[in-house]
């Protein structure tokens, strides 16, 4: 078997990949993603050999990646963000557990948007994604609930997609019964990649309709607050 990488390439604009990402796709024969990030690395890739697939082909990518590296290749599976947060390094591990595969690490959207808004993640904090392709709906509201209980600020990836446009309003019903209405919300769409949008909203005036899948929406914690278009999460550093 030849060498394979996992490689998270960041939110989407080349100055976000990491040094080692793109000296693990420079060194790759055989670039394997989804076709919407093969394009947002596209001026990396001249001279290789792609292999794109659809949004929903994961399995089929991974074990292609895989069936790749027989011929003594380096092949390169890519992610958005990072590869371990909802992206490809979980299956790949599930599939080919042994020394040749290595995972290299990315900035993930929920740090990603962090900076655009400020420093909202500053505290203890968590992802839950809203998708309920891989876990059930009655599970990812407890998590939202017992997230917000525990006062966690809170990241949600995969908000909204036309399959269930309820979910995020019904999640954010759930955090309210544990924290104030004035309690800040982020939204960004594209964080860092073209098309960036960043909204600021409190969980009374939030407006789901600027959310789309593109989104990451962020969740204050009891403490946070929104001063001058960011939103800031206090450590516990006592400066006013
Ligand atoms: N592996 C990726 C996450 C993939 S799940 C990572 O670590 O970032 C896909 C979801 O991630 C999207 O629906 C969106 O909620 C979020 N996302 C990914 N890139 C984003 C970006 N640049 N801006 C805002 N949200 C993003």
Known sequence: MGKLYVIGIG???????????????????IIVGYTKYITMVEPLLEGKEIFKTGMKGEEERCRKAI??????KTVSVISTGDAGIYGMAGLIL??????DVEIIPGVTASSAAASVLGAPLMHDNCNISLS???TPYELIKKRVELAAEGDFVISLYNPKSMGRPHYLRECLELVKKHRDGKTPIGVVKNALRDGQ???IFTLDNFDENVVDMFSIVIIGNSQSYAENNRIITPRGYKVR
């Not at 069936?67 to 003594?72: F, S, W």
């Not at 599930?94 to 020394?99: D, K, S």
């Open 11 to 29: 939110p989407g604009g080349l100055d976000h990949l990491t040094i080692k990402a793109k000296k693990a796709i420079e060194e790759s024969d």
């Open 67 to 72: 069936e790749l590296t027989k011929d003594n």
């Open 94 to 99: 599930q599939l080919e557990n042994t020394a």
């Open 132 to 134: 309920d392709l891989m």
């Open 197 to 199: 949008e960043v909204r």
